[in-house]
T-cell receptor
Framework: AQKITQTQPGMFVQEKEAVTLDCTYD???????LFWYKQPSSGEMIFLIY??????QNATEGRYSLNFQKARKSANLVISASQLGDSAMYFC??????????????FGKGTKLSVKP | DTEVTQTPKHLVMGMTNKKSLKCEQH?????MYWYKQKAKKPPELMFV???????INESVPSRFSPECPNSSLLNLHLHALQPEDSALYLC?????????????FGDGTRLSIL
């Protein structure tokens, strides 16, 4: 069965520093997609970054980058130059099903990031 | 502002009431989703619509009734809910159910059952 593990329930980071949020996954599929979402206390789920299993380069989107280590089945999110507005819950998710046949997301339990001024 | 619009943002209802949650997107997406999220937990998938047809029902109780009137709209009809149904209800859409494109979420409806 496919599974996402986020081992850090909560993390603190100083403003302007970089932080890494861990995510490991388990799947027997060769084709899969990995996503990171941010959820502020207001509730909306904001898509941050995507990594495909066949992508050779690590994904980057502005201050967000994904450290993808396929052999280790890890997809850690790196946030550079943290800002106070980065304080939120962060979810790692994987698209379910062989060849994306289901297309549904499996979520990890999330990591609550707090940025200190 | 999100491109998926959910109304209302907050809803308080009694256990005998009937209400509906509404979700709208104009991104041309053909897959739409309903999730339920309890506090400090990840979202749990409830229903998936693909090309306006119900594709997945994750064994959701019949007091929740989804409806997809057209490719842009998704409703969730609520009737005789229980206090444990109090949660954040999130709607999402994606290009297609099986694509690598991300799901885009709305702001959610915070539902409280009295």
């Amino acid at each position: 069965a496919q599974k996402i593990t986020q081992t850090q329930p909560g993390m603190f980071v100083q403003e302007k520093e970089a932080v890494t949020l861990d995510c490991t996954y388990d799947t027997s599929d060769q084709s899969y997609g990995l996503f990171w979402y941010k959820q502020p206390s207001s509730g909306e789920m904001i898509f941050l970054i995507y990594q495909g299993s066949y992508d050779e380069q690590n994904a980057t989107e502005g201050r967000y980058s994904l450290n993808f280590q396929k052999a280790r089945k890890s997809a850690n999110l790196v946030i550079s130059a943290s800002q106070l507005g980065d304080s939120a819950m962060y979810f790692c998710a994987m698209r379910e099903g062989p060849q994306g046949s289901q297309g549904n997301l499996i979520f990890g339990k999330g990591t609550k990031l707090s940025v200190k001024p | 502002d999100t491109e998926v619009t959910q109304t209302p943002k907050h809803l308080v209802m009694g256990m005998t009431n009937k209400k509906s949650l509404k979700c709208e997107q104009h991104m041309g997406h053909r897959a739409m989703y309903w999730y339920k999220q309890k506090a400090k937990k990840p979202p749990e998938l409830m229903f998936v619509y693909s090309y306006e047809k119900l594709s997945i029902n994750e064994s959701v109780p019949s007091r929740f009734s989804p409806e997809c009137p057209n490719s842009s709209l998704l409703n969730l009809h609520l009737h005789a809910l229980q206090p444990e149904d109090s949660a954040l209800y999130l709607c999402a859409s994606s290009h297609r159910q099986t694509s690598n494109q991300p799901q885009h979420f709305g702001d959610g409806t915070r539902l409280s059952i009295l």
